[in-house]
């Protein structure tokens, strides 16, 4: 099946860094999406992303999907950003989600 | 327009009971997905529904777990006679389609004592 990893695993960074945090594919996805997972354990809806580039304020996203990655930029960090990012996709007509091991950022003031 | 709705968020569980973990779709929504996170891991998927039918259940286990999306009503996930290794959070995400974006619910997090 289908493999996906996220780089780097754990990221800190003070408070106004920027972060760029990757996801790999290991085949053709006709979906793909970013989650922030805060310390409380719930899942945002942050970009579905299956291809291009898409912004929502301090957040934007590109997918390459030619090339099998996904990229989710992070600018001007706020300590409310501190949770785990993930990257999920989907492959062809299966509706499953995969999800890779997140990457967990934490944001020191 | 409400989101995915879940209860209870939490719920505890001696050994050897029942646990029963209800999910609303967003509105407009009939496809419904239920998903499990351990500890420090990413989503594993576990079933795929639609109103009255079970799409694709290849994630849950054969035994002790069902899952229903009835014609009226939330979906529910059941998990019966529970073990200690069944903790976890269990979420529950809908979409409008198979293949669209899908909205996940805060989850249900089950700790079995």
């Known amino acids: 099946g289908i493999q996906v990893e996220q780089s780097p695993p754990d990221l800190i960074l003070q408070e106004g860094a920027n972060s760029t945090l990757r996801c790999n594919f290991s085949d053709s996805v006709n979906n793909l999406q970013w989650f922030h997972q805060n310390p409380w354990g719930q899942l945002i809806n942050l970009f579905y992303i299956p291809s291009g580039t898409k912004q929502n304020g301090r957040l934007s996203a590109t997918t390459v999907a030619t090339e099998r990655y996904s990229l989710l930029y992070i600018s001007s960090s706020q300590t409310t950003d501190s949770g785990v990012y993930f990257c999920a996709v989907g492959v062809d007509s299966n509706y499953q989600l995969i999800w890779g091991a997140g990457t967990k950022l934490i944001i020191k003031p | 327009n409400a989101g995915v709705m879940q209860n209870p968020r939490h719920l505890v569980r001696r050994r050897g009971q029942e646990a029963r973990l209800r999910c609303s779709p967003m509105k407009g929504h009939s496809h419904v997905y239920w998903y499990r996170q351990l500890p420090e891991e990413g989503l594993k998927f576990m079933v795929y529904?639609?109103?009255?039918?079970?799409?694709?259940e290849s994630g849950m286990p054969k035994e002790r777990f069902s899952a229903e999306f009835p014609k009226e009503g939330p979906s529910i996930l059941r998990i019966q006679q529970v073990v200690r290794g069944d903790s976890a959070a269990y979420f529950c995400a809908s979409s409008p389609g198979g293949d669209l974006e899908a909205f996940f619910g805060q989850g249900t997090r089950l700790t079995v004592v």
């Open positions: 529904l639609q109103k009255e039918n079970i799409i694709d």
